[in-house]
């Protein structure tokens, strides 16, 4: 589920972010998690809070993003900031967005279609360019690939070097 018109709540999200939500709770367009509900986590340890937020966008959808859902990962994006959590973009489907990935993938810091589309969602959500991602889905491949793999570890290499950071910070400050 993500943020789309019948989407998770954004007040749900800003509690997951600060721990406050217990594993297994179904978020639910309808009601946001109150304190009464036994899914709501009183009091949250450092394991529970959000070390790292990852917005993951198809590249070929950036251009036609409602504004309601940039308005909502903006504001998800701001009580993330407040509570010094880093934040990445990933771009996927970058050979879907464009034909000249597609024939070849080590084009793609090349591309300067993926580059519009990379600036375009900085502009739009606020995420820094060195912060977001384009990677290839596997989807019709039977094989692994060593292009689609690099840009993948790529971006999982940075979240986690990005979430180690913020772990050693002290969860005070993160």
Known sequence: MGLAKEGVPVDDVKLA???HVKEDYAFNPESTLSVDNPFYNNHPT???KVHVLVCVVPANTVANMKQETVDKIRNIRM???KLSIPQVGILTKIDVAC???KNDLKNVYRSKYIKNKMEQFSVNVGIPMNCIF???NYHEEINLNNNIDSLILSALTNI???GDDCINMGQSEC
Do not use: Q
Request: no cysteine; glycine share 6%; proline share 11%.
């Open 17 to 19: 972010l600060k721990g």
């Open 46 to 48: 450092a394991n529970d």
């Open 79 to 81: 009580e993330a900031s």
């Open 99 to 101: 034909p000249e990935i």
């Open 134 to 136: 384009p990677v290839k």
């Open 160 to 162: 986690i070097n990005l």
